[in-house]
């Protein structure tokens, strides 16, 4: 099958972010045709102005809509794109020239109906930047779940970049509305539907990752608060790890009560690992300013992921709530 490529981008009130990525697409290598479909979210600050300069050269196609959320959006713009195989993309991302040539290569060689790509930290990005960049995907934080070639599970492709085929996407319906976390249920579906997912190592965004101390929190919170409600919907997806981070606080806490007793041997365990943090994310960025942000990233991640998860857990397990109604702002009407 002849594959006719559509790129998915839902946009909100980011125009200098849509600016920098259809950029990064105008070099794209292999002469590959290629449509972009542009989906406004209900953005005050609109993106129109710069799509409307890429049109001579790219072929791009902008709609405006309600603000419904990213996977609605998604779902939007794949039934407006002509394609026959969608990537999804954040308005986040910048694309190396020769994405879509790795791409259409990996599946030339292996189709399937949903693929992912990872992401990386461009030479451009801030030292924050650089340092979550590294707390989200090193195989020592996370285990390669977005996109390390030795992934601790089955891989699941995640919306910042993600290939989808029009039938995968008919069969499934799409995204659905819970946000963030529309990702890992499509994939969990699309998996019962009979779909496979794979990782192409190769077709990796630099996700820039606009984003503060703060904001990083918040994001790590909802997507802890987000697990427990996948494992109430798919329960058979359930895996011991994604209590790892909560049992890393918990024995942190418990490892600062021993030494304040006069027992340091926990503490230093610890120790051991921040400092395999730290080398690590060294050798990576030959930095050591980084290396020092990206222990302190990994720090706000585990509390950040690990307290809200055991917190959506026992609310999810124990109400007898919807999981729309216990965290309606999780969910997109």
Not at 19 to 48: A, C, Q, R, W, Y
Not at 205 to 234: A, C, D, M
Request: positive net charge; hydrophobic residues 45%; proline residues 5%.
């Amino acid at each position: 099958m002849a594959l006719n490529f559509s790129f998915i981008i839902p946009v909100f009130n980011r125009p200098e972010e849509v600016k920098e990525l259809l950029v990064s697409m105008n070099l794209l290598t292999g002469e590959i045709p290629f449509e972009i479909v542009i989906v406004e979210d209900g953005s005050t600050i609109s993106s129109e102005e710069i799509v409307n300069d890429f049109k001579d050269t790219l072929n791009i196609s902008y709609y405006f809509k309600e603000n419904s959320g990213p996977g609605d959006s998604r779902n939007f713009g794949m039934q407006k794109a002509k394609g026959n195989y969608f990537i999804i993309l954040d308005s986040d991302c910048i694309l190396p020239p020769q994405y879509l040539e790795e791409a259409q290569n990996a599946l030339a060689q292996n189709y399937v109906d949903c693929y992912g790509g990872p992401d990386a930290a461009h030479k451009s990005f801030s030292d924050l930047q650089k340092a979550i960049n590294y707390s989200m995907t090193s195989i020592l934080t996370t285990g390669g779940i977005r996109g390390g070639k030795k992934a601790v599970n089955k891989f699941q492709p995640r919306s910042f970049n993600m290939g989808l085929s029009k039938k995968a996407f008919e069969v499934t319906g799409g995204f659905g509305k819970i946000h963030p976390g529309e990702d890992p249920d499509l994939t969990i579906r699309l998996w019962k539907a009979g779909f496979e997912t794979v990782l192409i190592p190769q077709a990796f965004v630099y996700h820039k990752r606009r984003i503060s101390w703060e904001k990083f929190y918040l994001q790590v919170q909802k997507f802890g608060l987000t697990r427990p409600i996948l494992n109430k919907w798919h329960p058979e997806t359930k895996k011991i790890t994604y209590w790892f981070p909560t049992f890393f606080v918990f024995g942190l806490a418990f490892s600062l009560l021993m030494w304040f007793a006069g027992v340091s041997i926990f503490l230093k365990i610890y120790g051991l690992y921040f400092l395999a943090i730290f080398i690590d994310a060294l050798l990576k960025n030959k930095s050591l300013k980084i290396a020092f942000l990206a222990v302190y990233a990994v720090i706000i991640q585990f509390f950040g992921y690990g307290l809200a998860f055991v917190k959506s857990t026992i609310l999810i397990t124990f109400s007898n709530k919807k999981p729309e109604q216990v965290f309606p702002k999780l969910f997109f009407s």
